[in-house]
């Protein structure tokens, strides 16, 4: 029985996704700042956190709910840094990474939603 949600590989491998974008978003230009800079943030930090509040929830319904936002944010941050890369913002291979890294967050949320959905109708 995990203990918290920072136990959660998911919620670890999203937190550590969130890290690097912050930490590549400091590269974006000056001008976007309060754009595409922030933008991007917001959903990289929204996934590990509605992972984080939904596991607080009471009920698991709660939880999924929670969850289909994490995934959510996966999906737009995705959209995001391939806008970045079109935009000059960051490499291909860097893109490439981050993509990985996404497709790998939204597989682990898509499999505890699927988990959690099967036991809630279990009998």
């Not at 607080?56 to 995001?80: A, F, H, N, V």
């Not at 000059?88 to 699927?114: F, N, P």
């Amino acid at each position: 029985m995990l203990k918290n949600y920072k136990e959660l590989n998911v919620w670890q491998r999203a937190y550590g996704l969130c890290l690097e974008i912050y930490r590549l978003t400091k590269a974006f230009p000056k001008d976007e700042q309060y754009n595409l800079t922030s933008q991007v943030r917001r959903a990289a930090v929204s996934i590990p956190s509605n992972i984080a509040e939904g596991y607080g929830r009471k009920t698991t319904p709660d939880y999924i709910r929670s969850l289909y936002i994490s995934y959510g944010s996966t999906c737009e941050l995705e959209t995001q840094v391939m806008l970045s890369a079109d935009l000059g913002y960051i490499s291909g291979d860097t893109m490439t990474g981050l993509q990985q890294d996404i497709s790998e967050v939204e597989r682990m949320l898509k499999a505890l939603i699927k988990s959690l959905e099967n036991k809630r109708s279990m009998p």
